[in-house]
């Protein structure tokens, strides 16, 4: 029987996060792929609405619970040496069994939704008279 060991990380306390959910898709300049660059600012207004700032654009949107929340979790292996199952071909061997345990490192409780479309940033450009 496979057992999965699930536990907290020491502390008692994990950390929540949220989860973002996007309308449509967010495509690099170049073709090396966004793994690891900034992708805008998340801020918020004094009520408590979230923007995002991609480039020149702007995204309003609005935070909500999950129906069920997503735990994250790390995986972490460890060897264990057990002294049982010597065979007398092979004495000095000792099987190892491999101990694959899971910390939760956070919680993931509500999710920022934007439905809407981005709206460009216009700045104030003076009419030339």
């Known amino acids: 029987m496979v057992q999965i060991v699930v536990c907290g990380d020491g502390r008692g306390q994990q950390t929540e996060w949220m989860l973002m959910e996007l309308q449509g898709e967010i495509e690099a300049r170049k073709q090396d792929g966004l793994a690891g660059k900034l992708m805008g600012d998340l801020q918020y207004t004094k009520e408590g609405v979230p923007l995002l700032i991609i480039g020149h654009h702007i995204?309003?949107?609005?935070?909500?619970?999950?129906?069920?929340?997503?735990?994250?979790?790390?995986?972490?292996?460890?060897?264990?040496?057990e002294e049982t199952g010597?065979?007398?071909?092979?004495?000095?061997?000792t099987?190892?069994?491999a101990e694959t345990k899971y910390t939760v490192t956070a919680l993931i409780k509500k999710k920022i939704i934007f439905k809407t479309r981005p709206k460009p940033?216009?700045?104030?450009?003076?009419k030339k008279v």
């Open 95 to 97: 099987p190892e069994e």
């Open 121 to 126: 940033i216009i700045t104030n450009v003076p």
């Open 86 to 93: 010597h065979t007398p071909k092979d004495p000095g061997h």
């Open 59 to 81: 995204l309003y949107g609005k935070i909500s619970r999950l129906e069920k929340p997503f735990a994250v979790l790390m995986k972490s292996s460890s060897v264990s040496q």
